[in-house]
């Protein structure tokens, strides 16, 4: 029991570690922050197949973390935001969107189409994460603004957030079945008990 524990954490920590290192390698970056990856969300969300939510949301956590730190680097602290939109930034752009990917094993193994039903609720929660985020935050930066021809912060976020993160869906979903059909990763990615 006790080297299965120590087995997920460490598959947890490489998974972690493999996102981390695929989230710098970005396709497209957007001028407002977000942008299209080289499957950065790939390895936690099959981790969550993999091991479960709990074990997922654990992994995902962590990788929410170093999300952090890399909005930090990136200049988070000197976007000149007030100390509340500061909070809901770091809430809803990081610890949040990054989180609920652990989610993707919430269907269990009981069907592939439950692991790829897990895969999309996922990041599609993360979209909402983020586009609360930019609604609720990024609305009252102006210059971001004049980007789009609306007013309504919303509409705004639905459709910034709505492009690279489609993108991310697409890419990310696409691969996942490609893993979870292959007779070589097939059983490597289906779910085990932690």
């Known amino acids: 029991m006790k080297n299965k524990k120590l087995l997920a954490l460490v598959e947890g920590a490489v998974m972690v570690a493999l996102a981390t290192v695929l989230c710098f390698v970005r396709i497209v970056k957007f001028p407002w922050g ?3 990856t080289l499957l950065s969300m790939l390895p936690i969300t099959l981790y969550g197949i993999r091991r479960g939510v709990k074990c997922g949301l654990l992994a995902a956590f962590v990788f929410s973390l170093v999300q952090f730190l890399q909005g ?5 602290f000197g976007w000149g935001l007030t100390g509340g939109m500061l909070i809901a930034c770091i809430l809803f ?4 969107a990054f989180t609920v990917l652990g989610l993707s094993g919430v269907f269990g193994n009981k069907s592939f189409g439950g692991m790829v039903a897990g895969t999309v609720l996922a990041i599609f929660l993360r979209y909402v994460s983020h586009v609360i985020s ?10 971001i603004w004049e980007a789009f021809s609306t007013d309504n912060e ?3 976020s639905i459709i910034y957030n709505g492009v690279y993160m489609g993108i991310e869906l697409v890419l990310t979903v696409a691969v ?15 779910p085990k008990e932690a």
Do not use: C, E, N, R
């Open 72 to 76: 930090v680097m990136d200049g988070l």
């Open 134 to 143: 930019g609604a609720a935050v990024w609305h009252s930066v102006g210059k």
């Open 154 to 156: 919303w509409v705004y």
């Open 93 to 96: 752009d990081y610890i949040v």
């Open 176 to 190: 996942t079945v490609l893993l979870l059909k292959l007779p070589q990763t097939k059983q490597f990615f289906s």
């Open 34 to 36: 977000g942008s299209v």
